[in-house]
């Protein structure tokens, strides 16, 4: 990456802000910085291309939505788990899926829409079976203490702030999560051969945006942490009486990205979840091994990613994730009825 001056740093400060959720957005931040449109939209190329910036668009609320998901952690046959981790990852709404050093070998999240007639708990279920899982562990949130740079994929269960969403604002939201085309009136861009005006996506978005259902609309940054190039997930064994006080502690280590509580099985007694990140392995180690002396807990692992398989943004309401269900349901029902 190259290096930015600072008038490249306040339009960056503008795009990771709120764009505005009107027909010539480049043209209102340009105002906003004293920056013509053309050089906003010159600039934001260029910083997209230099890899400043991920990607622009909408960042949902995944749960205010209706989606469902979580962590499942897995356990496989060494031999077959690169074929299990293919499995896994055919389901568009798997976003992450890494091999670590345990037991249990292989780790996923997915995301499941409240559309789904399946449900996350079948769907898991389906998945395990078909990749030819020994076991597989649900590990939904029941707690979250911290999330950093979170873009809206977390592992969640759906909660009160749902609001059931009609046809036209699910079609919505599958052109607001694409990046923003730039150029002077990049919503007519994204309504364009779609069946939904951009006068009427601009309202429809206004509308999520003010429910909630959109956390915000904006630039999300390339993380740059340099030399941060490994990071751990601690897992600990808490007394349910010191859940809320170990939760808080641990989130306030600036090493310490999230922190969730998740449920326990009789094979893995782990409650709280803490990725840390550092510039080694050594490292990691070295900030569990102090979080556990702060803290007084002696039972925790310390779980790394050996092999990366799928790391992804969730596709909201996408048409692959109906088609997969649609067969994997078919086939489900005809099981049944043999």
Not at 195 to 211: P, Q
Request: hydrophobic share 35%.
């Amino acid at each position: 990456m190259q290096d930015i001056d600072q008038r490249d740093r306040e339009l960056l400060g503008a795009l990771q802000g709120d764009i505005p959720l009107l027909s010539t957005p480049f043209a209102v931040i340009g105002q906003q910085i004293d920056m013509s449109e053309k050089e906003v939209i010159k600039r934001t190329e260029r910083l997209k291309r230099e890899g400043f910036i991920r990607h622009v668009s909408a960042q949902f609320d995944t749960r205010a939505l209706g989606y469902r998901s979580c962590l499942v952690a897995a356990r496989v046959i060494d031999e077959r788990i690169d074929d299990a981790a293919a499995t896994i990852n055919t389901h568009p709404g798997v976003t992450q899926n890494y091999k670590r050093n345990n037991d249990f070998n292989l780790w996923f999240t997915i995301a499941i829409a409240p559309t789904s007639k399946l449900g996350l708990e079948k769907t898991v279920e389906l998945l395990g079976a078909e990749a030819d899982c020994e076991i597989v562990r649900p590990l939904p949130t029941l707690k979250q203490f911290k999330n950093s740079g979170s873009d809206g994929s977390d592992d969640t269960h759906g909660d009160e702030k749902y609001v059931p969403l009609t046809p036209h604002e699910i079609e919505c939201i599958r052109m607001l999560q694409r990046d923003l085309p730039l150029q002077p009136r990049p919503f007519d861009a994204l309504a364009k051969n779609c069946g939904v005006g951009s006068e009427e996506l601009l309202v429809t978005a206004r509308s999520l945006l003010k429910r909630g259902q959109i956390r915000r609309f904006g630039a999300v940054l390339q993380s740059r942490k340099p030399g941060f190039s490994a990071s751990a997930m601690g897992v600990w064994v808490v007394p349910e009486g010191r859940v809320d006080e170990i939760g808080a502690q641990m989130s306030a280590n600036r090493a310490v990205s999230h922190c969730y509580l998740r449920p326990v099985y009789p094979d893995w007694p782990y409650n709280l979840y803490t990725i840390v990140h550092g510039r080694s392995v050594d490292e990691c180690e070295s900030i569990i091994h102090d979080l556990a002396i702060d803290s007084d807990l002696s039972e925790k692992q310390a779980l790394y990613p050996t092999k990366e398989y799928k790391k992804a943004r969730v596709n909201l309401f996408s048409t692959e994730a109906e088609e997969w269900e649609a067969a994997h349901g078919a086939r489900e029902a005809a099981s049944a009825a043999s």
